[in-house]
C-alpha cells in the first residue's frame, strides 16, 4: 500500500483563495517531499522538508510538518488558475531503503 | 538540457510484443528510479539504482520486466510479452544520495505506453 495518503483527493476553489491539502503517512521518515504534476506530464518537486523541521516556505507553498501525527500539508496562498494540477505527497522513510513511496493525490482546480 | 530525459515519449505495441525505455538521468546523480502511473493514481513504484546496482525491485512487478543501469549513467526499462495491463506512464526520476538523507528527485516526462 502507499505509504502517503492524501486528503482531499479532490479540491475546486476559486482563484485568490487558499488551497490546503493534507498528507498522513505510517513509519519514521527520513524526509517528505511534495510534486505537482500537470495533467499528462513528468512530477515537479515543490517542497523537501526533514524530519527535524516543522515549516517550510517557498514562494506562495508552505509546508508544515508534524512527526508526532506523521502528518504534512502543503498551503497554496492567492490560488492561481495556472495551479490546477494534481498535487502528490512522497516520503523517503527509513525502513524503504531511500526509495519515495507516494500517495494518491489531491487533484486541485483553481477557477478562474 | 540537464534534466531528466525520457525516449521516446509515445509508444503503441501490440500486445505480446517486447518494448524498452531508455532513461538519462541527471548526469551528478547516484540514484535512479523507475515509476508506473495509472490515470487517476499516484506514482507506484518499480525499482531503483544506486549507481550500477539495482537496489530494490517491488514485488508487483513480474518477471517479465527489467531494467539495467550499465556503469551507473543511463537506464533502460525493458517489458517483455507486454499485455493490455502493461498500459500506463512509466516514469524515471534520479536524485543524490548522501549518508542517510536523500536530495529531492527529478522526473523526466514519461513515456506513455499503450498495449493494443
Known amino acids: 500500500s502507499q505509504q502517503g495518503e492524501e486528503d482531499p483527493q479532490a479540491l475546486s476553489i476559486q482563484e485568490g483563495e487558499n488551497a490546503t491539502m493534507n498528507c498522513s503517512y505510517k513509519?519514521?521518515?527520513?524526509?517528505l517531499q511534495w510534486y505537482r504534476q500537470n495533467s499528462g506530464r513528468g512530477l515537479v518537486h515543490l517542497i523537501l522538508i526533514r524530519s527535524n523541521e516543522r515549516e517550510k516556505h517557498s514562494g506562495r507553498l508552505r509546508v508544515t510538518l508534524d512527526t508526532s501525527k506523521k502528518s504534512s500539508s502543503l498551503l497554496i496562498t492567492a490560488s492561481r488558475a495556472a495551479d490546477t494540477a494534481s498535487y502528490f505527497c512522497a516520503t523517503d522513510a527509513y525502513n524503504q531503503g531511500g526509495k519515495l513511496i507516494f500517495g494518491q493525490g489531491t487533484e486541485l482546480s483553481v477557477k478562474p | 538540457d540537464t534534466g531528466v530525459s525520457q525516449d521516446p515519449r509515445h509508444k503503441i505495441t501490440k500486445r505480446g510484443q517486447n518494448v524498452t525505455f531508455r532513461c538519462d538521468p541527471i548526469s551528478e546523480h547516484n540514484r535512479l528510479y523507475w515509476y508506473r502511473q495509472t490515470l487517476g493514481q499516484g506514482p507506484e513504484f518499480l525499482t531503483y539504482f544506486q549507481n550500477e546496482a539495482q537496489l530494490e525491485k517491488s514485488r508487483l512487478l513480474s518477471d517479465r520486466f527489467s531494467a539495467e543501469r550499465p556503469k551507473g549513467s543511463f537506464s533502460t526499462l525493458e517489458i517483455q510479452r507486454t499485455e493490455q495491463g502493461d498500459s500506463a506512464m512509466y516514469l524515471c526520476?534520479?536524485?543524490?544520495?548522501?549518508?542517510?538523507?536523500?536530495?529531492?528527485?527529478?522526473f523526466g516526462q514519461g513515456t506513455r505506453l499503450t498495449v493494443v
Open positions: 526520476a534520479s536524485s543524490l544520495k548522501g549518508g542517510r538523507m536523500n536530495t529531492e528527485a527529478f
Open positions: 513509519t519514521s521518515i527520513n524526509n
